[in-house]
């Protein structure tokens, strides 16, 4: 396994889009053309299936050096009412191309760290959202926590307005590598949210590991895991750290990169988590993502519901998902769209009553099929080509961009169709890069992704 990791860890995407924002298609994008997608993609599916809503709330009160997403640092809790105002208008403006009243079946507050904001403001917003929609009956709405930051008041609130999911951000209970990452919060802080999140009726609780992380060793995953299963979490987030220092800046360089552990040691860090996380009763899910045989991301497997989006592994599909707030992106399923990624920028344009995206992609026929394939193996682990609706143009360029990962037993290629053997997983992104023909046709040596093991 060894001489595969090292083989394979190339630079490569996560997959919870395609294309890959660096691949989109900017030059031919305009607004208009998304929000086109957008009102049709909203006609047909939310009496159907509903959509789904993500809310970037990006303050943070301090700056952990692991964290490659769009955020702002602040103490200045005064900035909530005014964000918050704005989150609300773009949201009236995305319900005027709406000719009936959306039915929102999924709903995410990420960050940044949703906490921060009082657990008024949390209600504010949420009531702004609710009381011009309707909830799905199989709505599932879920909110990241800071241990540090996340109260009583915080779970009681999100609770009584719907949420019955949380996940708090563990990384690793080290405290040197605590000091490394600039996220200082002891175990003891972890158990107090999740028994006081279980108190309250949460029905899934997780827990977001990291693996990677500056100083780790085999002894820090095996005590954080050790740890986490007193507290039973029902599904575990287990992330391999993404190094991006050239496209996240100075927040990614609070350490030497001498300090990160290498190729085949780092992955050795996800076999013993893999493992352990095994026999605790955890099964694995797509990517990245283990759960109790209890929680609704392994009843998504079973059952083949299994979704992936920005939003990462979701129990269901939605075709149409809105993002609000500073850097949300958007889904329509035809069409992706980015808002700005400056607060100030963000809420300057929102109240000037224009919907504040500066880029996206408006998909072709062959993305579309693409994006399926790409799903399915993600997903399920396999995908097929059989159909005429799944055939993609020239499939002979991107089999063949799959000969060594077949002889190295890593495919399962059949007539038309192939399979991912469990013990492959791990080279699953790897596996959709040979059907990426952004990727295949770039010839740059531009740095876009990280490591993909």
Not at 191 to 216: C, E, M, W
Not at 217 to 225: A, G, L, M, P, S
Not at 320 to 340: E, R
Request: with cysteine.
């Amino acid at each position: 396994m060894t001489s595969l990791i090292q083989k394979y860890n190339v630079p490569g995407p996560r997959y919870t889009s395609y294309p890959t924002v660096p691949f989109w298609d900017s030059a031919n994008f305009s607004k208009e053309k998304w929000l086109d997608t957008f009102k049709n993609s909203f006609v047909e599916s939310n009496q159907s299936e509903g959509i789904s809503v993500y809310i970037h709330l990006p303050f943070c009160e301090s700056l952990c050096t692991f964290c490659a997403c769009h955020k702002h640092i602040t103490k200045r809790h005064e900035v909530e009412d005014e964000y918050l105002m704005s989150v609300l208008q773009e949201w009236n403006l995305y319900l005027g191309l709406m000719d009936e009243k959306p039915i929102i079946k999924e709903l995410h507050l990420g960050g940044g760290t949703p906490t921060f904001f009082s657990e008024k403001n949390l209600a504010y917003l949420l009531n702004g959202i609710f009381e011009k929609s309707l909830k799905h009956q199989n709505s599932e709405f879920s909110f990241e926590g800071h241990p540090n930051n996340t109260t009583e008041a915080h779970l009681q609130t999100l609770y009584d307005l719907g949420f019955r999911r949380v996940s708090f951000g563990v990384q690793d209970y080290n405290q040197k590598v605590q000091e490394a990452i600039h996220r200082i919060q002891p175990f003891e802080k972890v158990k107090k949210v999740t028994n006081l999140a279980r108190k309250i009726g949460y029905t899934s609780i997780s827990h977001d590991l990291i693996f990677g992380l500056p100083f780790q060793t085999k002894e820090n995953i095996v005590d954080t895991i050790t740890k986490t299963k007193t507290l039973q979490p029902d599904r575990i987030s287990f992330y391999s750290y993404a190094h991006v220092p050239w496209v996240k800046g100075v927040g990614q360089r609070g350490f030497d990169e001498k300090d990160l552990p290498k190729d085949d040691q780092k992955r050795d860090l996800y076999e013993i988590g893999k493992q352990l996380f095994s026999e605790l009763g955890y099964e694995e899910i797509g990517m990245d993502h283990f759960a109790l045989k209890s929680d609704g991301l392994f009843l998504a497997t079973e059952n083949h519901t299994l979704h992936r989006n920005f939003m990462g592994y979701t129990a269901n599909k939605t075709q149409l998902m809105i993002g609000l707030g500073m850097s949300a992106i958007s889904d329509s399923w035809y069409g992706f769209a980015q808002n700005v990624k400056s607060v100030k920028e963000y809420q300057h344009i929102v109240a000037n009553g224009e919907i504040p995206i500066f880029r996206g992609h408006i998909l072709t026929n062959e993305d579309i099929v693409v994006r399926k394939h790409i799903l399915n193996m993600m997903c399920k682990f396999e995908t097929s080509w059989a159909k005429k609706e799944t055939q993609i143009q020239n499939i002979e360029v991107h089999l063949s961009q799959l000969d060594e990962l077949i002889k190295d037993g890593l495919v399962i290629l059949k007539e038309n169709s192939l399979e991912i053997p469990e013990h492959a997983r791990p080279f699953v992104r790897n596996i959709c890069m040979a059907f990426d023909k952004k990727l295949v046709e770039e010839t740059g040596n531009k740095r876009l992704f990280s490591q993909t093991i």
